[in-house]
């Protein structure tokens, strides 16, 4: 999965829980921990003018660089999950109504 398939699901899936659910913390990191916060704001250098706060495709995309080989592929292997259940309920459905 690409960075920007990966941050496309992640927020999708943000969005979807917010609905349901207000109050779900919203970022999958702190940077207000003084070692993430050091590392953020040299990313944030790198991104340009600081007038405003990042995307929140940036700033998954921030997230997914500061995560394990490991985390990110066990978001991967989430999202394919949620894939496979997903194609499993719909051919499902479509032999019910066949």
Do not use: C
Not at 3 to 25: H, N, Q, S, W, Y
Not at 77 to 85: A, K, Q, V
């Amino acid at each position: 999965m690409t960075d920007e398939e990966l941050t496309f699901r992640i927020l999708e899936e943000r969005r979807r829980m917010a609905r349901k659910r207000p109050g779900v913390p919203y970022y999958m990191i702190n940077i207000g921990h003084p070692a993430v916060a050091a590392i953020y704001e040299k990313w944030r250098a790198q991104q340009g003018p600081r007038w405003a706060p990042p995307s929140d495709e940036a700033r998954t995309a921030f997230e997914l660089q500061m995560m394990s080989v490991t985390a990110r592929q066990m978001l991967e292997e989430h999202f394919e999950t949620i894939d496979r259940l997903k194609k499993l309920a719909g051919k499902t459905g479509q032999e019910e109504t066949a």
